[in-house]
């Protein structure tokens, strides 16, 4: 069983920067891939970012550029570096990993970016 906690949300302002971070523990050795998905109200989740334990990454169209993802394999933590945040960034971020091929999310976090 893997367990993930989120943290590093919070309310900012237009055009300024969070670091997201998720740690996994439990009874593991190590994480094929880790990322990030979120879910803003009254829409469907959707993928953020992702980076397999080899460092391959893949972003969604609307946060190339502004978001950069990161992970430490010895702690089985995943980061997120988001920068010019945006209004449309508002939404619930949660946390994902890959273990002996079963998915696990965290609770979230919550990221609200105000005009």
């Known amino acids: 069983q893997v367990q993930l906690v989120e943290s590093g949300g919070g309310l900012v302002q237009a055009g300024n920067s969070l670091t997201l971070s998720c740690a996994a523990s439990g009874n593991i050795f190590s994480i094929n891939n880790m990322g990030w998905h979120r879910q803003a109200p009254g829409k469907q989740r959707e993928l953020v970012a992702t980076?397999?334990?080899?460092?391959?990454?893949n972003y969604a169209d609307s946060v190339k550029g502004r978001f950069t993802i990161s992970r430490d394999n010895a702690k089985n933590t995943v980061y997120l570096q988001t920068d010019s945040l945006k209004p449309d960034d508002t939404a619930l971020y949660y946390c994902?990993?890959?273990?002996?091929?079963?998915?696990?999310w965290g609770q979230g976090t919550q990221v609200t970016v105000s005009s």
């Open positions: 980076m397999s334990r080899g460092g391959s990454t």
């Open positions: 994902y990993a890959i273990y002996q091929s079963h998915v696990y």
